[in-house]
């Protein structure tokens, strides 16, 4: 409340006031990146299937260098507060603001989705409440403290998050390894093979390298196309606090997933001295591995913590995420398209109303999804965001031939084909909707959806004939430069 009081403006309320510094707007970054959902999800795929569960740690963490030196500055010299900003510097705004808006809410959704599934989780875990019970409460909280506080709270919330969480994770690392007894080398030989293989990365194996490309693929390219971590470059007041903030952000980022493997490994050796755990029975999706180490080697106290900050990691990265997808509502298509004349309070409205929106709909899809691994589930979300927002990104930043038609018929194309291989795939298709085999055999279809994406925008602008895109085609260029 102390927050969204002090929103007056639009700058304040989509970008935070861009009164951060470097070092402030990298803390934000890292909290917006640092879910539960997938320190949860990464540290059960890690203990369930070993080094195959690395692949996500890994891919989360790979796409921040590309960020840095493709993305940052020109992101902050063009845009104002959304993606379509970006593109509108070049293309007509109607249009690509219908493009950008339906690329940014299924990523949200996925991506809140996800968060729901670990609250939902570790309510059931602490509390024995039922699991949709569980998730429907705390989606209800999240809405309201997006509703409540705004970007401001969010900015805040994320910096005092990404500090508590790294030193809790840091904690827990270092309280495992001298439980273990082990030197770090040996932690990482202890066997898996005791631990039934989770459905997410067994069907990787089974599929073989292309499968596992196609992953790397959507986890490479996706931090790129994220809606909250867009907003981070907004919130800034020049290009070189974008760079810095980027440049921090890999730093504490790339520390964080360094300890979440850690984790993961420490549980599993934990297993290995005490075979009667299984860490499976909790939750079938793997997604309490961490607070089953911290009880086993600190006990209900550092459970406690544990899971405390997990909690507020959650409601905070939920806020984040309900914020950017409900501004591409109010920003990119009300104010834009629907309603040009609006006034800033009328925004706000449509803003609150997109967050009740969409927390219904993830919570929808949370239910739907409850028994998959949360970092499974970012996995898709990153697949939407690789798929869509990163071409469109790279083609309207770095190639002078893009046009409104190629960025629309294009950027809709793919993003109609990531939704429909992930509804046939198995996370939906077999999970969620009890069918025997998928339609669409990859766990993650980046490889294929990205592919198309940037040809079919290609194609479209240069089979573009209209004097429209000849503008385009013809409009000075260097200002990206």
């Known amino acids: 409340m102390w927050s969204g009081r002090r929103i007056r403006t639009a700058a304040e309320f989509y970008a935070s006031g861009r009164d951060n510094g470097g070092i402030r707007n990298g803390l934000a970054i890292t909290g917006d990146y640092l879910s539960a959902a997938s320190f949860l999800g990464i540290a059960g795929m890690i203990a369930l299937s070993g080094y195959h569960g690395l692949l996500y740690a890994v891919g989360f963490f790979a796409g921040w260098p590309l960020i840095l030196v493709l993305f940052a500055e020109r992101l902050r010299r063009l845009g104002r507060f959304t993606l379509t900003d970006i593109l509108a510097v070049r293309l007509q705004r109607s249009a690509v603001a219908r493009v950008a808006m339906a690329a940014s809410v299924p990523v949200v959704v996925l991506y ?11 309510a059931a875990y602490l509390f024995s409440l039922p699991y949709i019970g569980s998730v429907v409460v705390i989606g209800i909280l999240t809405a309201l403290l997006g509703i409540a506080g705004g970007l401001l709270f969010s900015t805040r919330a994320q910096v005092v ?4 969480m790294l030193l809790t994770t840091l904690l827990l690392v270092v309280m495992g390894l001298l439980q273990a007894d082990v030197d770090i080398t040996t932690l990482f030989a202890s066997d898996h093979k005791q631990q039934p293989l989770l459905l997410a990365t067994s069907a990787l194996q089974e599929q073989g390298a292309l499968s596992q490309l196609s992953l790397g693929v959507a986890l490479l390219f996706g931090t790129a196309g994220l809606p909250h971590v867009l907003t981070r470059f907004f919130s800034v007041a020049d290009p070189r606090r974008a760079r810095m903030s980027v440049f921090y952000a890999t730093g504490f980022i790339g520390g964080f997933y360094l300890l979440t493997f850690v984790v993961g490994y420490a549980a599993l050796r934990l297993l290995d001295l005490h075979p009667e755990m299984n860490i499976s029975v909790a939750n079938n999706g793997g997604n309490l591995v961490a607070l089953q180490l911290a009880l086993g080697v600190g006990g209900p106290i550092l459970t406690g913590l ?14 984040a995420l309900l914020l950017s997808g409900a501004s591409a509502i109010s920003h990119d298509w009300y104010a834009v398209t629907v309603n040009p004349g609006r006034s800033y309070y009328k925004q706000r409205f449509i803003h609150s109303s997109s967050v009740v929106g969409l927390i219904l709909f993830a919570t929808l899809v949370a239910i739907l999804m409850r028994g998959q691994n949360v970092a499974y589930i970012v996995g898709l979300a990153f697949a939407i965001a690789a798929s869509v927002s990163f071409p469109l990104l790279t083609l309207a930043l770095y190639w002078k031939g893009l046009t409104t038609r190629g960025a629309v018929i294009g950027g809709g194309l793919s993003l109609s084909l990531v939704l429909l291989c992930i509804v046939f795939g198995p996370a939906i298709w077999v999970d969620g909707f009890g069918f025997s085999e998928p339609i669409f055999a990859w766990s993650n279809p980046a490889l294929l959806s990205v592919t198309i994406g940037f040809v079919a925008i290609v194609y479209f602008s240069l089979s573009d004939r209209s004097e429209l895109g000849a503008h385009e085609r013809q409009q000075e260029f260097s200002q990206l430069d």
């Not at 809140?112 to 570790?122: D, I, K």
């Open 112 to 122: 809140l989705a996800a968060q729901l599934v670990a609250a939902g989780h570790l």
């Open 161 to 164: 998050k990404a500090v508590v």
């Open 306 to 319: 544990l899971a405390a900050v997990l909690f507020v990691v959650l409601i905070s990265v939920m806020t």
